[in-house]
């Protein structure tokens, strides 16, 4: 126990000021804001994107006969494939706002801004006497969401600093105040713009061509080689499960993970809308199984409960099975407790480690393609989502993952109910007497 509790107050004198200051910092916290505001578009699509690629023959054959599985592609290709223009304007938006300015002429600043650093080819179409300029999707997807991500943040940063510098258009009082409000920030974007000019020119200038292949080259394929292996997925979700026993969220960990979360998703969305093998395979088909019943991997530890003798566990089961099916494991986290529970660290902190090595040494044996461009509410229980994703396969391996969670917990959940078992008959015996 001494050793638990000098390792909790190690953990919380490093982990603790580092989550606070994760928590306040305003660029961690419109980050995470601005992907959450993205969540209707990848949610409101997700019956579209079910629908038009089940695989069942018949179903397949009416969708193309009828025309309707290119127009959910299309559908799919211009929301899910498009996010980081989304992703811009959201971040900026609830920075600006969260800074107490007008938070939609920052998303629309910020907006333009991204768009203007784009490169435009010029294409000559058929039947067409003058060329026609063009953007190119691919650097709206997964290929732009780092430099959206950035673009969204300072952007923002910029217009707010320049704007309480007093940089604003002054107008007289007889000027109707939403006249007022939209001509304000006339020298402030006259700045802005400027200086994305200056960058998309000098970009231009280089042997990058554009921002895009600077920052793909520079950070964005660095930070995607490490950040999206599988490797470093698990060692994200244990370091998750080791601060959440000691009682800090571990959101703290997935704020600061989301940008390559985002950008592994919008990759394997646009390979598969594409027809091309998904990049991150892997990486998808570990996301949907070292993670079942929330942080900690506790339905394994749920199921566990099904063999309690005591009435503490058989009561408190009816409790954290169902809210756990449904990703909710508060209960079972302040309940049981796991949180500082010391029985419980070894499974807690290893089951992502456990069942991530298995899925790694199965992902070879089972044929598993996953469609990415399924996306279900949190809520959503894991078979369902593995189900409708990945097919059989990848619901077995969920399922195999599943049973790997229950077997590391269940020796020490035996241990715990014992214990409360025997405390419940002394007890008992206590009261007879």
């Known amino acids: 126990m001494k050793f638990f509790n000098s390792f909790q107050n190690g953990l919380e004198k490093i982990v603790g000021p580092f989550a606070e200051k994760v928590a306040n910092n305003k660029f961690i916290k419109a980050l995470t804001e601005g992907f959450m505001c993205t969540m209707p578009i990848t949610l409101g699509v997700a019956v579209i994107a079910v629908l038009g690629n089940l695989p069942i023959e018949p179903w397949t054959n009416f969708l193309n006969n009828s025309g309707l599985y290119s127009v959910a592609q299309e559908v799919i290709a211009l929301t899910l494939s498009l996010l980081a223009v989304y992703v811009v304007a959201a971040i900026a938006y609830c920075y600006t706002k969260n800074e107490g300015e007008n938070g939609i002429v920052g998303a629309v600043i910020a907006l333009a801004s991204f768009l203007l650093l784009m490169p435009v080819q010029s294409v000559m179409l058929p039947d067409s006497a003058m060329p026609s300029s063009m953007l190119l999707t691919s650097q709206m997807g997964s290929d732009g969401i780092f430099v959206a991500i950035i673009v969204g943040l300072f952007i923002p940063w910029l217009y707010c600093f320049l704007m309480k510098k007093n940089l604003k258009l002054k107008l007289p009082n007889s000027v109707p105040p939403m006249v007022a409000q939209s001509l304000s920030p006339t020298f402030v974007s006259m700045i802005i713009f400027t200086l994305m000019f200056a960058i998309k020119y000098a970009c231009a200038q280089s042997s990058f061509g554009d921002i895009f292949s600077l920052i793909t080259t520079v950070i964005g394929q660095p930070i995607a080689k490490f950040g999206a292996s599988p490797i470093s997925l698990i060692l994200v979700f244990t370091l998750m499960n080791l601060i959440w026993f000691f009682g800090i969220h571990p959101n703290t960990i997935l704020s600061c993970y989301m940008p390559i979360l985002m950008m592994v998703s919008v990759a394997n969305t646009e390979a598969f809308t594409n027809g091309q093998p998904l990049p991150f395979l892997l990486f998808a ?29 058989k009561t408190m089961r009816k409790l954290v099975i169902p809210a756990n099916i449904f990703n909710i494991n508060e209960p079972i986290i302040f309940g049981f407790p796991i949180m ?12 992502p480690i456990a069942s991530g090595l298995a899925v790694i040494g199965l992902y070879k044996i089972l044929p598993i393609t996953i469609n990415p461009a399924i996306s279900m509410p949190w809520v959503t229980p894991g078979f369902v989502t593995t189900f409708f994703q990945g097919g059989v396969s990848l619901l077995l391996l969920w399922l195999i993952s599943l049973f790997i969670h229950f077997i590391l917990y269940l020796p020490f959940f035996l241990i715990d109910d014992k214990n409360a078992y025997e405390n419940e008959k002394k007890q008992e015996m206590e009261v007879n007497n």
């Open 285 to 313: 088909i570990l996301g949907g199984c070292i993670q079942i019943g929330g942080a900690g991997n506790t339905l394994g530890l749920c199921i566990a409960t099904i063999f309690a003798k005591s009435e503490k566990y």
């Open 340 to 351: 500082l529970n010391p029985l419980y660290f070894m499974p807690m902190v290893l089951s």
